[in-house]
């Protein structure tokens, strides 16, 4: 147990998936919690009512809606940054709209929504974005506009773990690899080909990843910073 009881907490993108099982992770230990979701209300207020925590509406590609939230979460102590969008497919033949929508989501939010949280952040405070295994391996066709989304989150990291350092704050990326989700379901079209990838072959649960969230974001964990912490059954070995 890390003790997140009281601490300040916002996870973007909380309502299904990974995120929600970081929700889960934090509410756990009562720590004061809200977390953004975008379209899914419905599960939104479900996770609400089941941890305590506040939902808003905020959708990550709106830069003043998504910095007025951060802001107005006042001194965070712990800031996950989860929301994210994946589109695959023949870059030749892609919608050019979708890959720039994917880029606001899975870069441009993540770069304001640290730089708002920092503004305010208590010292030792931690700064955690959700980034992807892709950021190192590829191997399939069909993936470089969402690689090259999560290949931007790690220099982002790098430089602003630099940047907020001499406060104590930490800023990391955790890397899944196939991850059990709406997104990437454990029974999907793709798995098998996932697995043949990996050296454990099966999706990990959403929970494994919380897990390593908690982790990274307790008081254990204050020499971490400017990293990258893939957990992938060896998806990148
Ligand atoms: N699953 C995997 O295998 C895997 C592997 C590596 C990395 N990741 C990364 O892990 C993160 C979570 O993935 P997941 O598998 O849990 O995906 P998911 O099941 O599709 O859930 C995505 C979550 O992000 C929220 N979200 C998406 N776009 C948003 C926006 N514009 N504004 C605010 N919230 C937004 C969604 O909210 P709504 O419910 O409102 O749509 C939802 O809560 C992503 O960054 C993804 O790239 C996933």
Redesign the pocket.
């Given at each position: 147990m890390n003790d997140f009881s009281g601490k300040n907490i916002l996870v973007?993108?909380?309502?299904?998936?990974?995120?929600?099982?970081i929700v889960r992770r934090f509410a756990s230990e009562g720590a004061n919690l809200a977390?953004?979701?975008?379209?899914?209300?419905e599960?939104?207020g479900a996770l609400a009512t089941e941890t305590g925590a506040e939902a808003i509406?905020?959708?990550?590609?709106?830069r003043d809606a998504?910095t007025a939230t951060v802001a107005a979460r006042g001194k965070l102590d712990i800031l996950v940054?989860?929301?994210?969008?994946?589109v695959l497919g023949d870059p030749l033949t892609l919608d050019p709209d979708q890959v720039d929508?994917m880029i606001?989501?899975?870069v441009r939010?993540p770069y304001h929504a640290a730089v708002e949280a920092a503004r305010q952040m208590n010292d030792n405070g931690r700064i955690i974005v959700?980034?992807?295994?892709?950021a190192d391996r590829m191997p399939f066709a069909g993936g470089a506009a969402?690689a090259l989304?999560?290949a931007a989150m790690q220099g982002m990291v790098r430089g602003l773990a630099r940047d907020f350092g001499d406060r104590g704050i930490t800023v990391n990326s955790i890397?899944?690899?196939?991850?059990?989700?709406?997104?990437?379901p454990a029974e999907g079209p793709m798995a098998a080909t996932m697995h043949s990838f990996m050296a454990i072959k099966r999706?990990?649960r959403?929970e494994e990843?919380a897990e390593y969230a908690a982790y990274i974001a307790g008081p254990h964990a204050g020499m971490i910073t400017g990293s990258m912490q893939t957990i992938?059954g060896g998806f990148g070995a």
């Open positions: 973007l993108g909380g309502s299904r998936g990974i995120g929600a099982a977390f953004t979701f975008a379209g899914s209300r599960s939104a509406q905020a959708d990550s590609a709106d998504l940054i989860n929301a994210g969008t994946l929508r606001d989501v899975n939010a959700i980034g992807s295994v892709n969402y989304t999560k890397q899944p690899g196939p991850t059990d989700s709406d997104m990437n999706h990990a959403a990843i992938d």
